[in-house]
Structure formats: C-alpha cells, structure tokens
T-cell receptor
C-alpha cells in the first residue's frame, strides 16, 4: 500500500521568499515520486519526478525536490517565489513493483504568494 | 498533438439524469484514468484502464461506469446523477510513470 501526506493545505509566502512545500510518503517498496502543479481552472501538469539515480531533482520554473529515503520525504523547494507560482501543488507516489503505474495523490497544498 | 481532451467543460444535471463525460488522447498511451477533485480531498481515482478492453475500479467507483473499446477513448458514465457527484472530473493518460491530464469537466448536480 502507498500513501502521501502533504503538510499544510495552504502555504503563504512573500514574493522573493523561499518556498517549501512538504510531502511525506509511505511505500513498502522503492517509490517513484512526483510533484504536479495545477494553475487555476486547469488540469495538472508535471513539475518534476524522482524515479532512480540522483536524489536531488530539478523541475520546471526553478523548482527542485530532494528524495530522502531515511525521512520518507520529498519536499518541494524554490529559492525565490514569484507571483506566477501561485497554484495548487500535489505530491504523488507510485510503488515500483506490481507493474501498476497508478499514482496515489496527496490532498494538495495551495501556494499563496503575496506582493 | 492535442494531448488529452475532455468534453464538455461544464455541465449541469438534475438528480437522476444520466450523462457521459468524454475523454480522448492522441498519444497512444496504454493507461487512462478518471479522477474527481473535491476541495480538501485532492484527487481520488474513480476508474482506470490498462489497455483497450481492460478496466478496473479505483478508490471511489460507485455510481460510475467506464468502458475502453479503443486505445484513444475512455468515457465515464454517470448512470443516475446525485448531488454528491458534484465535482471537477479529470481524465489522465500515461505510458509509464508520468500522467498527462485533460483540462477537466466541472459538473454540478442539482
């Protein structure tokens, strides 16, 4: 079984400040981990993903995330927030066994960016 | 490449009515899925398909039917709409790990 917990349904930052969105997962086998972003009135799009190899992964728009197996975490960061980063962010996990590529999503974190 | 398309964008139904939400993809992906998105609940899987002719239930399948007669299309049928089915519905396709989402259908059941 796999599950995802996103701490904080809303995160508020000032423009130019550090963005940190938290994600913890549970998986009985090595996971594949994802962050998706949803802009208002749109579908989700992939921001970045970890499958194997380097544990620090870089995505679009200056975001990055680090897979920490010991902490079962995959937190999303960006050094300097921009107004255009305001969106809903979803963490997702796929367990890498069984051949199923159906992800389990977290409940989402709404990022609010203040001028 | 249109990606994943969904129709309609918006729909209002009365309780007890039936309707079909359409989803199509032009990427030749094997996997297709339907999710519903409700405030504070994230995305919940309704049904999914791993290829033409093969479907399976997700987390919240009750009240919904699906079929997959072609690789491209994966319609979602509401047999008798209920107010609890008011939601935003997303279709997704994938070949491997990454999901590609459609723009969504906003459904209101009165």
């Amino acid at each position: 079984a796999q599950s995802v917990t996103q701490l904080g349904s809303h995160v508020s930052v000032s423009e130019g400040a550090l963005v940190l969105l938290r994600c913890n997962y549970s998986s009985s086998v090595p996971p594949y981990l994802f962050w998706y972003v949803q802009y208002p009135n749109q579908g989700l799009q992939l921001l970045l993903k970890y499958t194997t190899g380097a544990t620090l992964v870089k995505g679009i728009n200056g975001f990055e995330a680090e897979f920490k197996k010991s902490e079962t975490s995959f937190h999303l960061t960006k050094p300097s927030a921009h107004m255009s980063d305001a969106a809903e962010y979803f963490c997702a996990v796929i367990s890498s066994s069984g051949g199923s590529y159906i992800p389990t999503f977290g409940r989402g974190t709404s990022l609010i960016v203040h001028p | 490449n249109a990606g994943v398309t969904q129709t309609p964008k918006f729909q209002v139904l009365k309780t007890g009515q039936s309707m079909t939400l359409q989803c199509a993809q032009d990427m030749n992906h094997e996997y297709m899925s339907w999710y519903r998105q409700d405030p504070g609940m994230g995305l919940r899987l309704i049904h999914y398909s791993v290829g033409a002719g093969i479907t399976d239930q997700g987390e919240v399948p009750n009240g919904y039917n699906v079929s997959r007669s072609t690789t491209e299309d994966f319609p979602l049928r509401l047999l008798s709409a209920a107010p609890s089915q008011t939601s935003v519905y997303f279709c997704a396709s994938s070949s491997g790990h990454t999901q590609y989402f459609g723009p969504g259908t906003r459904l209101t059941v009165l």
